[in-house]
């Protein structure tokens, strides 16, 4: 067993070892074409071919696997795989016009494409239609069988039929025939036809109409009667009977339905008779109908009756034609029209209802104070057992207007236009408001809907003149009510502002505090803001209830010179800025006065210095010159010359500068130093200005050293 998986692996990787190459087949589709044999017009019956050629060029003598596909339109109607160069071929036997459309072919060779373009086939003629119908004679609403065929025609087909020229029926079918079941109506002969249309979107073809056939429709039973009594000269209050009866029945097993009826209303029902009887009154004045039904036939007879009014219907009416809460007003109930020949004007009574809320004047006359809210009032005019009720009247008493409120809408800002306001909360509209400045009539204005405002617009020149302003509401004849004074803040804007430096200008050093003081005229609360040219973002922003403030910055240093300026805006929106201040921050007195002193100071220790160097330079030049001539006199000689020497100036002591070595300089050693014969003793701590000035002297590396 494994062995055999052994040699199973190895054949495998063998196969597909990468080094292998199987050689494919090469080829190119070259070129694909579509035509339609034996036109692209053709009449309907034409045995229609469909034929897509594709050239295709390989390199082997394998054939192929072709892939064909015919679209009409963008919908796929034939699929065909070939193994043979030879051309596809769709046939279409006795074309119908349903085969008219645009025709595209494609090709698919083991992955390689091609299509041809769309060609178009229009097949023109359509078959006449055939209807047939299951009766030639039939009663009344008789249901009638119809069936139309377009012979021979596919696809999609709508069918029409026709009464007399007229559409009766119509309707959508999956094959190439339509069935349909329709009754008549009216009695007669008709003429019925049929015709079709088959769709081919967004086009439809419309076919001939087909053969005539001809319906007999015979009438079942012929109108009921229909009897009214009075005939004529009917009043109100008159009693009115009503007979609905049948004639002609052809076929008494026939079951009959009677319905007499007044518009919507139905009066009675029943079999072959049906009665009624009522009182007439005007509203009763119209159309009467009998009705009868026998299975599905119906047939009505119809009289129309006219009513005279005894009285008309009562009219309320108000007057003033506006009242306001709780004062006088009249109600007048009347019937404009009554039938003199039957009535006199005594013998209608009035009424209003509710009763109790007016008081009776005279016949249909009521008076009394208008209540404080809506009431709805109706009269009721009474004669000979008539009664009818006027339409209802809504008295809606007015409301005296209040003491308006004035206002200023929205800010007043002097010297632009403000908007005053007047309004009263209470009041029915329409309400008079008029503006008054120190009792002079300045505008007046009218309300009329709740979303309307009185509204004025005025200009003053001085903050004190919006308090003259006073406000009148008025929504009747009689005097109108004033508000008070308007009492409102005018706001000023802001002018002339000015940046105040301290300390001044020619006084600011380094160290300081400096102090910017913007100032404007104008209506706070004021916003500030402090800037520094170069710089868009302010560096202090500050919003002062009074007409000023400060920015101080501690601490001043040569970074803060510069120019600065100021900007300030109230609730005016009107921003104004101050005129630009240059700034130069010095350097203070003491530091210059320091400075000076310290370079005159410089000055002085280098002058110092320069002089010490000089004398002490020739100093020792005389030192090494005795010190020389010492020693090359004998002993004797140099012990009395010393002794005289020291004789005639005992206090001074020579000795010899010299420049330790870095050895002895590092260790701090003093010791002798011999030059030649003669020895000199160290003479530091005896002198201290001597050992100052060597000190001095030892700090300069520039001085001649002895050498013997």
């Known amino acids: 067993m494994g062995l055999l998986l052994l040699l199973t692996s190895t054949l495998l990787l063998s196969y597909y070892h990468p080094g292998i190459v199987v050689d494919a087949q090469l080829f190119t589709i070259r070129d694909i074409t579509l035509s339609i044999e034996p036109s692209t017009d053709v009449p309907r019956g034409t045995n229609v071919t469909v034929r897509c050629k594709a050239i295709v060029s390989s390199s082997g003598q394998e054939v192929l696997n072709h892939k064909y596909i015919i679209y009409k339109g963008s919908q796929e109607i034939y699929t065909k795989n070939s193994s043979t160069s030879e051309d596809l071929l769709y046939l279409l036997p006795e074309a119908r016009i349903s085969n008219t459309g645009k025709y595209k072919c494609s090709l698919d060779i083991e992955g390689k494409h091609a299509t041809t373009e769309f060609k178009e086939l229009r097949v023109t003629g359509l078959s006449k239609p055939v209807l047939h119908l299951n009766k030639g004679v039939v009663n009344e609403e008789e249901e009638v069988m119809a069936r139309c065929t377009a012979p021979g025609e596919t696809g999609s087909i709508y069918f029409f039929f026709y009464k007399d020229s007229q559409v009766i029926l119509e309707g959508e079918a999956s ?27 967004p086009n439809s073809f419309k076919s001939e109409g087909s053969n005539t056939v001809t319906v007999s429709v015979k009438e079942l039973f012929t109108p009921p009667v229909l009897e009214i009594l009075p005939q004529s000269k009917i009043y109100e209050g008159d009693h009115l009977s009503f007979l609905c009866t049948t004639r002609n029945l052809l076929d008494s097993s026939e079951k009959v339905h009677l319905y007499l009826s007044h518009g919507s209303k139905l009066l009675n029902s029943g079999g072959t008779k049906v009665n009624h009887s009522m009182v007439a009154l005007a509203k009763d004045s119209g159309e009467f109908e ?53 009535l006199t004007g005594a013998e209608l009574m009035y009424t209003l209802e509710p009763p109790d809320s007016l008081i009776p004047r005279s016949p249909g006359v009521f008076s009394g104070k208008a209540l404080p809210y809506d009431f709805n009032y109706t009269c009721v005019a009474r004669a000979k057992g008539i009664v009818k009720h006027s339409e209802t009247l809504t008295v809606r008493p007015k409301v005296s207007v209040s003491n308006p409120k004035i206002s200023v809408y929205g800010r007043a800002i002097l010297g632009q236009s ?90 600011i050093s380094e160290g300081q505090v400096l102090h910017l003081i913007c100032g404007t005229k104008g209506t706070p609360p ?19 209830q009074q007409n000023y403030t400060s920015y101080n910055v501690t601490n001043l240093s040569k970074e803060h010179s510069g120019t600065y300026y100021c900007e300030a805006v109230n609730p005016a929106n009107n921003v104004v800025h101050t005129e630009r201040v240059t700034i130069e921050v010095r350097l203070p007195l003491w530091k210059k006065a320091m400075i000076g002193g310290v370079c005159l100071l410089v000055v002085l220790v280098l002058v110092v210095v320069v002089c010490v160097l000089y004398f002490k330079s020739k100093r020792v030049r005389g030192v090494r010159t005795a010190v020389s001539v010492w020693s090359e006199r004998p ?23 010299v420049h330790p070595q870095p050895a002895d300089a590092a260790r701090g050693v003093a010791g002798h130093h011999d030059y030649g014969s003669v020895e000199y003793a160290e003479l530091n701590g005896e002198r201290p200005e001597i050992s100052h000035h060597l000190s001095e002297v030892n700090n300069y590396q520039d001085l001649p050293v002895p050498v013997d």
């Open 290 to 342: 009998c009705r009868q039904e026998i299975r599905q036939v119906v047939k009505e007879t119809k009289k129309t009756i006219s009513v005279t009014e005894l009285f008309s219907a009562p009219t309320l009416t108000m007057s003033p034609a506006e009242v306001f809460q709780r004062e006088y007003m009249t109600l007048t109930c009347k019937s404009e029209r009554y039938a003199s020949e039957r």
């Open 418 to 507: 403000i908007k005053i306001r007047c309004h009263s909360d209470t009041g029915s509209l329409p309400i008079n408001y008029t503006l008054w400045k120190d009792y002079q009539l300045e505008n007046t204005t009218t309300v009329k809907l709740p979303t309307q405002e009185a509204v004025f617009t005025v200009t003053i020149r001085k903050p004190e003149e919006l308090n003259k302003y006073m406000c009148e509401a008025k929504n009747k004849q009689k005097d109108g009510k004033l508000s008070q004074r308007l009492n409102a803040t005018v706001i000023v804007p802001l002018s002339e502002p000015t940046l105040t430096i301290l300390p001044p200008i020619s006084d």
């Open 635 to 657: 002993p004797e000689a140099a012990n009395d010359e010393e002794s005289s020497v020291v004789s005639s100036e005992p206090d001074v002591e020579y000795t010899e500068v």
């Open 526 to 544: 004021v916003t500030f803001k402090f800037y520094r040219v170069g710089n868009n973002q302010p560096l202090f922003t500050d919003t002062s």
């Open 175 to 201: 094959s190439n025939q339509f069935e349909a079941k329709f009754r008549f109506s009216t009695v007669g002969i008709h003429k019925i036809q049929c015709a079709y249309s088959v769709l081919l979107m």
